[in-house]
């Protein structure tokens, strides 16, 4: 079993930032894609980027290209979502996702964290 704890939400204004944590319990980490999904009220859980095991491929979101950037520390086990620019239609709760194939479909991921709430107001 591996347990997924982010961390980092919060409420920001418009054009503000925000840094998501995600740590995995769990070893090894740098063997399998990494990715964040989020889901805001009254909406289906969506893809918002990915990362491969080592770093090297990254998938984002059409939506967040240019402002989002996913990354990863092997050595601590987590995965980064560094939030620049950000929109109220960005609200949402934030979930790791660990485990998958990089991929943008939720099902080819077989761990989920609890979810972090990102609140951008106007």
């Known amino acids: 079993q591996v347990q997924l704890v982010e961390s980092g939400g919060g409420l920001v204004q418009a054009g503000g930032s925000l840094r998501l944590s995600c740590a995995a319990s769990?070893?090894?980490?740098?063997?399998?894609?990494m990715a964040w999904f989020r889901q805001a009220p009254g909406k289906e859980r969506e893809f918002v980027a990915a990362?491969?095991?080592?770093?090297?491929?990254?998938n984002y979101a059409d939506f967040v290209k240019g402002r989002f950037t996913i990354s990863r520390d092997n050595y601590k086990s987590t995965v980064y979502l560094q939030m620049n620019s950000l929109k109220p239609e960005d609200t949402a709760v934030y979930y790791c996702?660990?485990?998958?194939?990089?991929?943008?479909?939720?099902?080819?991921?077989?761990?989920w964290g609890q979810g972090t709430q990102v609140t951008v107001s106007s």
């Open positions: 769990r070893r090894p980490f740098s063997n399998y894609a």
């Open positions: 996702a660990a485990y998958g194939d990089g991929s943008s479909a939720a099902v080819k991921y077989e761990y």
């Open positions: 990362i491969s095991w080592s770093g090297a491929s990254t």
